[in-house]
């Protein structure tokens, strides 16, 4: 695939993968993206995981026809993109590998001390002459892990994202959905811890004229580039993304989904927009990603052990590790003898930042009945008036 004339995709995709990063399923594969400038000098911007390394060494060696590599830059170790590093130098044992310092400074924590002595580590702003394209280089900490540094390619006005604008699916995988839900999936999963460096990435970007984006994973970008640095400044800023509510339930014997679709109901009625989550059944991710794209949320849980039902405790607990702020959380709990989910919900949360809580709590006992209805009402109402 080409991206430009002299600028070439020779990345792979992943259909065998089950989990990424061990926990996110990957219902569509996901591809790990690798380029190729092609000039008076070479460039291979970074490798790919270890799954994938021959497929990727012989689209390289295709789209070098007869060529060899003078560099490879590191952007990001994380063994997705750095697992075929080994591989790639012991073919090609002239190229040079450019990195930042703290990528230089971790090489040995993966086994790759030995390629230290043919890396150089640049910073921020160096850059290096291919020819008539020219490689700029721009520090990302922590856009994911701390030795992330992205490239800007002038001549071309490309810009190397590493993980930035990524998205879960590979890329021979395309059913029509539209980027934005893999991709938000991706970055709140992902990325979404680290919304204050993903600002300073943006920051930098906007002082560039981006013809293309080349990201880590997913599709190359290089149209309505704004629709997709909007989405990131949104969700680097914890903003809702639109009005909505996600109601995510946990239930053992179907009474607390019955009272969570119940709710849903309410509300679709009056035109609110509302996704139902089942957190026993539904991916966790994709709830996870829900909750960051609507502006409220309602958490029902029923009482077990004494405590939250454990998928709803888990859900909480992600949502916290990624940041959750900004947002309007109601409740609703369940108990046959001793509701007490909700209070423990709440306390989770407390430690968020910018979290309104719904003055109405929901207490089922067992099954719904006209008291525990009028509390959804009431719920319903409080979450309208938003
Ligand atoms: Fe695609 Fe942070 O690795």
């Not at 609703?332 to 509701?339: D, L, Q, R, V």
Request: with cysteine; net charge negative.
């Amino acid at each position: 695939m080409r991206i430009t004339d002299s600028i070439l995709y020779v990345g792979v995709n992943d259909h065998d993968i089950d989990l990424f990063e061990g926990q996110y399923p990957m219902h569509d594969g996901i591809s790990y993206n690798s380029y190729l400038i092609l000039d008076e000098k070479t460039a291979l911007m970074d490798s790919v995981d270890a799954a994938k390394t021959q497929e990727w060494l012989t689209n390289v060696e295709k789209a070098l026809n007869g060529r060899t590599p003078d560099y490879l830059i590191v952007q990001h170790l994380e063994p997705d993109h750095g697992g075929s590093l080994l591989a790639v130098c012991e073919k090609y044992p002239e190229m040079k590998l450019v990195m930042s310092a703290k990528a230089l400074g971790m090489l040995p924590q993966f086994g790759f001390g030995a390629l230290a002595a043919r890396a150089a580590a640049v910073k921020e702003n160096d850059t290096l002459s291919l020819g008539g394209h020219t490689l700029r280089f721009m520090m990302a900490p922590m856009v994911h892990w701390p030795e992330v540094m992205t490239t800007y390619e002038e001549s071309e006005k490309v810009f190397f994202s590493a993980d930035a604008f990524g998205k879960f699916g590979a890329l021979d995988e395309d059913d029509g959905e539209p980027w934005v839900n893999e991709a938000r999936e991706y970055y709140i999963n992902i990325v979404g811890k680290y919304g204050g460096p993903v600002q300073t990435l943006l920051k930098k970007a906007s002082a560039l004229k981006i013809n293309v984006i080349c990201p880590l994973h997913g599709p190359v970008l290089n149209e309505n580039l704004g629709y997709y640095l909007d989405k990131y400044n949104t969700w680097s800023t914890y903003a809702p993304e639109e009005n909505g509510v996600l109601i995510a339930f946990g239930s053992l014997h179907g009474n607390t989904g019955k009272a969570a679709r119940a709710l849903a109901e309410m509300l679709k009625e009056k035109g609110e927009k509302v996704e139902v989550c089942d957190l026993s059944r539904d991916h966790m991710s994709e709830a996870v990603a829900d909750a960051f794209r609507f502006d409220k949320l309602v958490l029902a849980s029923p009482t077990y052990d004494g405590g939250i039902f454990p998928f709803v405790e888990t859900f909480i607990s992600h949502l916290k590790a990624k940041a959750y702020q900004k947002r309007k959380v109601g409740f609703i709990e369940n108990g046959s003898w001793a509701p007490m989910a909700a209070k423990q919900m709440k306390a989770m949360l407390e430690g968020c930042k910018e979290l309104a809580f719904c003055d109405t709590v929901v207490t089922v006992k067992s099954t719904l009945n006209g008291q525990s209805e009028a509390q959804l009402q009431a719920l319903a109402q409080e979450l309208l008036r938003e």
